[in-house]
């Protein structure tokens, strides 16, 4: 077989005068033709062979797999049809060279490493964000979403939802369409702007860790409308529910979806006391300072380990309410809070509770307003806390003064790896100075770790 | 890695295509000084830690370990900073737009701020502005001249129009500021993608130098192992030239050996060849001459073969006949074996049923034998228990009629004395009774056991005596001749088990064994047994031969067979000689002398008896004659009483008075006659 078909293309290259010289054909002439591995001088093919070609063929009708034996397994799993229908294969197929054929053939582009190389992860995991993302309430029929969940519900570990689309009902009219505050309270009383429930879904999936989502449209282009980046009130309401009901939750991440102070301490609301949340992540919103102090009450009453609400609406007084959250904490490792509006007040209210916190080993207050006053309560903390590794002050207006007072903090610290200063008008000298001690105490971790390293 | 290798990059495009200094915005151009700054120190660094590394590497060269050197190229610290500076040049970018994007909120806010004041504003003149105009209005309502209404009106619509185009204005500004808004939007958009590009742009002119400066080390370390490689293979190149020479001298010398040796062995061989060829020759000549004479003797073996192969036919024939009736013999004898051994079956059961038989009888017979001992024992029992009566009866008997006898011969005594007392007048002297003393009534008995015992071993000495005096081998052959027949007769209280022991021993030893066993069951132990016994044996023979104790020895007679014990011939020896004179001496208390006066007194006495019976005849002549008296003396009371004759009555008792004691003293003197009639 094998011969014909390599003949075939040799036939076609050359002119018939090739045809009618066999000898021409130098793969006619030949005994043994070793370059092709699929070559042999059996004429007839194997019975097994035969067999597993029938079941190959008939696999969606009658899949015959475990029943095999090891090498048979093999040759069928490297010709199933990539293409069969899931309800086959989800739980009967865990051999990962399929599930790639299926990657490759559906996406082509594909970073396995993103999904703890598991190319059957990663394909469930696709699937179902894609089914998801193009799910259009009242349009769709919520089975086919639902009927998915007993096929992926032990591969799904991540859902990173890049988008969710609105009813696709008239929209109505909003009188000032340039004006965000406006549009998101139409979406108060257009109850027909409701995206998907992830109540129904995520209670079942019961290896989820990760959830991203984002409430808004992808690539709208000249069809841009304000609502169609709505998160409505009974959205975030049906959200909230759904992240209480599941609970191997780890990392929660709502980007972007104009999340204010209300919709904030709802969701808030319902996490408190979760049981695995690690991480929440709500950059990109509109919290302020009400929602902030939300916050801070989940910050001691949950296990989270890196807090984020970069680029939000945060003044002062949520800075107390987190810093005042913070100084009680012992579980916090990570917060980001920049892009907000702490300012002098808030910015000191964060670096007192430092004083306090024990556990905090990074820390992000860039662009946040900050001056001097600050740098003073910052040079304190750098020399009595020993914990914190790593702060990033850029984009604050510390100036000279503030840049000599965090210096002579900084000569105090053997901690700190990592202390950006960029941006903040510290001179030159403080700013090389501070380099230097964080440079050496890098390399006396760098130094650390290696012996460490050896010793183990 | 990737990070350190953008980092190492980052220094040289800063120049490039960083936030140049000359950049209109103030923080870009921040942060180019700062980029300047940082890449400074970063050369300065690299050339140390690159001549470092290098240095390093020729030292591994040295030490020839190509693995070591990996690993410490590995190890070189240069990636370190770049991962940190590099990282810190690509943030940059996003620093600088985290700035300009917090400015800009700040500045947003501010117009936002400056927008509602001026809007409050705004609102406010207008506000006024409005008041004034209905004001106006009421003003207008009181005019009455038309021309005056119609400018107040003009003036109205004018005020309206004012108020409409300030309004205008303010939406126009507005407007403006959105469209600014919007241009800023656009223009931010483009900054965030030349940004973005810019990013881009730096990591990959990082990767790059990172991976070039991973090839140059790559390629020195590659070098040096080409280096360490060459060494190796010229070593190895030479050493091989020089085995191969050693090698082909050796060969040629082996070579010229060769050819020697072939010479001398070719020389030799020649040698061989002709000394070979003689030696060859003779023997020919010898194995010639042999073989015509073994010719010879192999005719004449096959002369001998053919008598030989005859006589054997014949000889096969004779054994092939016998061994045909040897078969048939064979067959008889089978037969025969059988038939025998059927026979052999059927007497083995027949032995096997008499067995059984014979066990079935023992059987009985030990039962029976077991309950005759046990009727036997009894027996003994019962006649011990006959004997102790016996015994005592007989002593009761005894004893009874001794005090019988003695009393009578008290009585007789008595009777004696007073014979020779009162009727003789002599004087009675008791006769000597040694043996009245002697017989208590209990020591009699006693005495006899003694006696008894004593009469038994009298009877023994007297045995002894015998023996020592005349029959001592007639005693020995006796006592033989009984212990042979008492091992017969006795045989009986032998066990069948020691039977079938002593059978196959001798005569002698047999009945010694015998003898032994029945001593056993008789509870003879010492030798003066064995002679008590003989001694009974032969005093019964002898008993039996004299006939003098029939009574006693025909009792026991069988009691002996029975028994043979010697307890019973213990009171079987009672004596009973002295007891015949024992009771004739209590017989002969009194002597024949006394007999006869006792008859001479018995006739005297008679011929006393007959005239006392006359006397008392005549007593009663008397009495009667008294009577008659009497009567008639009663009589006369009668008549006298009749007053006549009470004289005569007295008269009468008188003489009766004399009659009577007449009579008396004829009866008392009469026994003094008596005693006188009789001495």
Redesign the interface.
């Known amino acids: 077989m094998t011969a014909t078909m390599s003949k075939s293309p040799g036939a076609g290259m050359y002119p018939p005068v090739a045809k009618l010289n066999l000898a021409a054909d130098p793969r006619k002439m030949r005994r043994i033709i070793a370059e092709d591995p699929e070559w042999s001088l059996t004429v007839v093919p194997l019975l097994s062979n035969l067999c597993l070609q029938h079941i190959v063929r008939n696999f969606e009708e009658k899949p015959i797999l475990e029943e095999l034996l090891p090498r048979h397994k093999d040759y069928v799993l490297e010709r199933l049809s990539p293409s069969l229908p899931l309800q086959v294969t989800a739980n009967l197929i865990s051999d990962d060279g399929y599930w790639k054929r299926c990657c490759k053939q559906r996406w082509g582009l594909c970073d396995v490493s993103s999904y703890g190389h598991s190319w059957k992860r990663m394909f469930f995991e696709r699937h179902l964000e894609n089914i998801i993302e193009l799910y259009i309430p009242d349009a769709t029929d919520p089975k086919t979403v639902l009927g998915m969940v007993p096929l992926c519900r032990n591969y799904v570990k991540r859902l990173d939802i890049s988008q969710l689309m609105p009813p696709i009902k008239e929209p109505q009219k909003s009188e000032d369409d340039?004006n965000s505050d406006s549009a998101s309270d139409m979406g108060m009383d257009g109850p027909s702007m409701d995206h998907f429930d992830f109540g129904i879904l995520l209670d079942k999936l019961s290896h989820l860790e990760e959830f991203h989502v984002v409430y808004r449209v992808k690539g709208c282009g000249m069809n841009f409308e304000w609502n169609l980046f709505e998160f409505t009130f009974r959205d975030c309401e049906s959200l909230a529910k759904a992240l209480k009901s599941c609970k191997t939750l780890r990392v929660l991440r709502i980007h972007q979806s104009k999340v204010d102070d209300e919709k904030c301490r709802q969701l808030v609301n319902n996490l408190l006391d979760h049981p695995s949340l690690r991480e929440l992540n709500l950059s990109h919103n509109l919290i302020g300072d009400r929602g902030a102090r939300a916050i801070g009450k989940l910050l001691n009453r949950s296990k989270l380990e890196r807090l984020t609400v970069y680029d939000n609406n945060i003044r002062g007084l949520g800075a107390q309410a987190i810093a005042y959250a913070l100084a009680k904490n012992s579980s916090l490792l990570s917060l980001n809070l920049?892009?907000n509006?702490l300012g002098d007040e808030g910015g000191q209210a964060i670096a007192q509770a430092l004083l306090k916190n024990r556990t905090l080993k990074w820390l992000h207050l860039?662009?946040?307003?900050m001056t001097e006053p600050t740098a003073t309560v910052l040079s304190q903390v750098l020399v009595q806390n020993n914990t914190l590794r790593s702060i990033n002050l850029?984009?604050n207006r510390l100036g000279m003064d503030g840049g000599k007072v965090l210096e002579e903090g900084m000569c105090h610290n053997s901690s700190m790896v990592?202390c950006?200063i960029?941006?903040t008008e510290v001179g030159?000298e403080s700013?090389?100075c501070i380099s230097q001690v964080v440079?050496n105490n890098?390399?006396q971790a760098?130094r650390k770790h290696n012996t460490d390293e050896n010793l183990a | 890695r990737k990070k350190m290798s953008q980092a190492g990059n980052l220094r040289e495009d800063t120049e490039e295509a960083g936030p140049s200094v000359d950049s209109e915005n103030p923080?870009e151009r921040?942060?180019a000084r700062?980029l300047r700054?940082a890449a400074r120190s970063e050369a300065k660094k690299r050339q140390e830690l690159g001549d470092d590394s290098r240095e390093k590497k020729e030292i591994k060269e040295e030490a020839r370990k190509s693995q070591h050197q990996v690993e410490q190229s590995e190890k070189v610290?240069l990636g370190?900073?770049y991962c940190?500076d590099g990282t810190?040049l690509v943030?940059?970018i996003q620093?600088?737009a985290?700035?300009r994007?917090?400015q800009h909120?700040?500045e947003v806010e501010e117009a936002h701020r400056l927008r509602v004041e001026k809007l409050e504003n705004e609102a406010k003149s207008s506000l006024e502005k409005f008041e004034e105009i209905t004001r106006k209005w009421t003003v207008a309502k009181m005019k009455e001249i038309p021309q005056d209404l119609r400018d107040s009106l003009s003036s109205q619509q004018q005020l309206c129009a004012l108020l409409i185009e300030d309004k205008n204005k303010l939406i126009h500004e507005l407007q403006k500021e959105?469209k600014l808004s919007d241009d800023r939007y656009v223009k931010d958009l483009k900054k965030q993608a030349e940004d973005v590009d810019l990013m881009i742009e730096r990591m990959e002119d990082q990767v790059k130098f990172l991976m070039g400066s991973y090839r140059d080390e790559l390629d020195q370390i590659e070098n040096s192992f080409e280096h360490e490689r060459k060494i190796l293979l010229t070593g190895n190149r030479k050493k091989w030239e020089q085995y191969t020479k050693e090698r082909r001298d050796k060969e040629l010398e082996n070579v010229t050996q060769r050819m020697k040796r072939v010479e001398e062995y070719e020389v030799l061989l020649q040698q061989l060849r002709t000394e070979d060829t003689e030696e060859y020759n003779m023997i020919k000549i010898k194995l010639d001459t042999d073989v015509q004479i073994l010719e010879q003797q192999l005719q004449q073996m096959k002369a001998t073969y053919q008598l030989n192969q005859e006589k054997l036919e014949y000889n096969f024939q004779v054994l092939k006949k016998r061994d045909e009736e040897n078969t048939i013999t064979k067959s008889q004898q089978k037969r025969k074996i059988t038939r025998l051994q059927d026979v052999v079956n059927n007497l083995k059961i027949k032995c096997a049923n008499q067995e059984k038989q014979s066990r079935e009888e023992n059987q009985n017979l030990t039962d029976d034998y077991t309950r005759i001992m046990q009727q036997y024992k009894h027996m003994q029992k019962k006649m011990r228990h006959f004997a102790a009566i016996d015994a005592k009866k007989f002593e009761e008997v005894w004893l009874m009629n001794e005090e019988e006898v003695k009393a009578l011969v008290e009585k007789a005594l008595d009777t004696d004395r007073l014979v020779h007392e009162q009727q003789l007048g002599l004087a009675w002297q008791r006769p000597s009774l040694a043996f009245m003393e002697r017989c208590g009534p209990l020591q009699p008995q006693r005495q006899t056991q003694k006696t008894a015992h004593q009469a038994i071993s009298e009877l023994l000495q007297e045995r002894e005596g015998s023996e020592g005096e005349h029959s001592g081998t007639v005693s020995v052959k006796m006592v033989k001749k009984l212990l042979e027949l008492l091992c017969d007769e006795a045989g009986f209280l032998i066990e069948s088990k020691l039977l079938k022991l002593l059978s196959p021993l001798e005569k002698d030893e047999q009945s010694l064994m015998k003898l032994d066993s029945i001593f056993t069951a008789m509870g003879i132990e010492s030798e003066e047994d064995v002679y008590k016994l003989a001694d009974f044996f032969m005093k019964y023979r002898h008993t039996q031969g004299e006939q003098t104790q029939v009574r006693r020895g025909g009792g026991r007679e069988g009691e002996l067979a029975a028994s043979h014990q010697p307890s019973m011939l213990g009171l079987g020896g009672r004596d009973d000689t002295e007891d015949a004179a024992y009771w004739e001496a209590m017989g002969d208390v009194i002597p024949e002398a006394k007999l006869k006066i006792w008859g001479a007194l018995e006739a005297a006495l008679d011929k006393y008896h007959i005239v006392l019976t006359e006397r008392s005849k005549f007593i009663t002549d008397t009495q009667s004659l008294k009577q008659q008296n009497t009567e008639l003396r009663m009589l006369l009371h009668q008549y006298v009483n009749s007053r006549v004759c009470v004289v005569c009555v007295c008269a009468c008792d008188c003489i009766e008075r004399v009659c009577v004691q007449n009579v008396f003293a004829n009866l008392t003197t009469r026994p003094l006659n008596l005693s006188t009639f009789f001495s």
């Open positions: 340039d920049r892009l509006r860039g662009g946040n307003e850029s984009c990592e950006d960029r941006l030159q700013d090389y440079r890098r390399n760098h | 923080e921040i942060a700062r700054i610290p370190l900073c940190y810190e943030t940059n620093v600088a985290d700035s994007e917090s909120q700040t959105m």
